[in-house]
């Protein structure tokens, strides 16, 4: 496989939890991330405001050199990925359908529930991915979850206390109820033993980050390039992050969701 | 006093109970709200960020006609005073000055407690402005608060549980700790009666909104331009909104924080 250059957009830090999933992956590659820090969060804002900010991020990451971008944001993947695909020369993989492959292939009651940000849910592109896939959805917004685990509250009882009002409710059926928790956002994966306490322990739960970092390793191995650059694929993966606010910030939230230090964060102004 | 326009400056909704307490005290006026939700929240960001988007705010309302500028945001006047003041051409209140005053004027022990968004608190402006007129101070950043009240959990057991992990410390030594609380936040007033019953019920709460609408009713009072407009003066507040992300999001949200519907909501797109 030739080294490839990855892009990885997201609106903040969570994205990381996917070029975490990448890395781990495909170490044979070179990283570009783009957190768009001064204009998070997208989830509570419009389609148009959300295409455009991502769009802009996008061309970014293509004049920087990415071969391949991945929208590591559920909400920017729910909302605007036809107007990335529409605007990028490049292939593009939002983390939307590889997270409902992975929650249709795991249902055994064709019954999932899936959790995100409002805009994440407001779009129903999860519930549009998996019915095109036969399966039933509930869907459930949880605005607190990104904060709290912003706040560093990822074992606190008001997070517990937090995620039984959100989903009590729908697993209160156990017998009927869904099978899968799929994790709309790439936050989530930070309180993901708090939400295996909260939810039955049949529940079987998927990661959109997990899921897509898989469907991009595999697509890649798919098509290999023919010439082989054994040499140069032993090297580590390489990363480089951009932010839009204080890399200060960005480097101090972003170490929790990439589970080591980031080393190469510059800031950008996208005016 | 000749009808004057105000324009009133917030990074979203919260600077409307700002604006609710300007209108209740000067109705006679025209105002002009400017509610940056496409690039909320400010709490989160750098001082360089905030100030660039809070000296884009001042020139459109500025143009707009705005004759005085109130920014009803605790982040924006922490962090962005000086450089809003240097842009502007006309006069400019924030709401720490008017905050702090209102608490040096309560307490009697000289101890006073401020909170607010991380990026308020950082920037000890309401320390600076307390110090300055001899009072103690304790901050502390409650950066769950706005979300819990967007959620419109205003009295839920959570944001009950959520305020006692912030405020149980600060006033554990109920005899020597602060005998004022100050609302350094917008959104506070909401959850002030939940907040009331969670402070000692010695302690009084000062909420600068309140504050400042009072010091700028207090100031055009002081100076009241010499023709009488008698007849113009008798109309009643006239109000225009703008936004940077959704219409529909500020008039469903804003409601919550203005006790009424908002008609005459416009988007502007800041690019």
Chains 1, 2 share one sequence.
């Not at 996008?58 to 590591?72: D, N, P, Y």
């Not at 292939?91 to 529930?113: F, I, M, Q, Y």
Request: with cysteine.
């Amino acid at each position: 496989m030739r080294r490839v250059t990855i892009g990885v957009f997201d609106s903040g830090v969570g994205g990381l939890t996917v070029l975490r999933e990448l890395v781990a992956r495909i170490p044979d590659a070179d990283y570009l991330y783009f957190g768009d820090t001064a204009r998070l969060p997208y989830g509570s804002k419009s389609r148009e405001t959300i295409a455009k900010y991502a769009v802009s991020a996008t061309k970014f990451l293509e004049e920087r050199g990415a071969e391949l971008l991945v929208i590591a944001c559920n909400t920017a993947s729910a909302l605007a990925l036809d107007a990335i695909t529409d605007a990028a020369n490049i292939g593009v993989v939002g983390v939307v359908e590889p997270g409902a492959e992975s929650a249709a292939a795991a249902t055994r009651r064709n019954k999932v529930l899936v959790i995100g940000t409002e805009a994440t849910i407001k779009s129903h592109a999860y519930q549009h991915a998996l019915e095109k896939r036969g399966v039933q959805v509930c869907e459930k917004a949880c605005p607190l979850f990104v904060p709290l685990i912003e706040e560093g509250w990822l074992e606190h009882p008001v997070t517990q206390q937090v995620a039984h009002v959100y989903l009590d409710d729908v697993f209160q059926d156990f017998e009927s109820g869904p099978d899968v928790l799929v994790l709309g956002c790439t936050h989530y994966p930070l309180i993901k033993p708090l939400l295996r306490s909260v939810a039955p322990w049949r529940v079987e739960i998927v990661d959109s980050a997990e899921a897509t970092a898989r469907c991009v390793a595999e697509g890649l191995r798919i098509a290999p390039p023919k010439t082989s650059e054994g040499a140069e694929r032993r090297k580590p993966a390489r990363m480089k992050f951009f932010a839009t606010d204080s890399v200060e910030k960005f480097r101090s939230l972003g170490e929790r969701f990439m589970g080591h230090a980031l080393e190469d964060v510059q800031h950008v102004d996208m005016g």
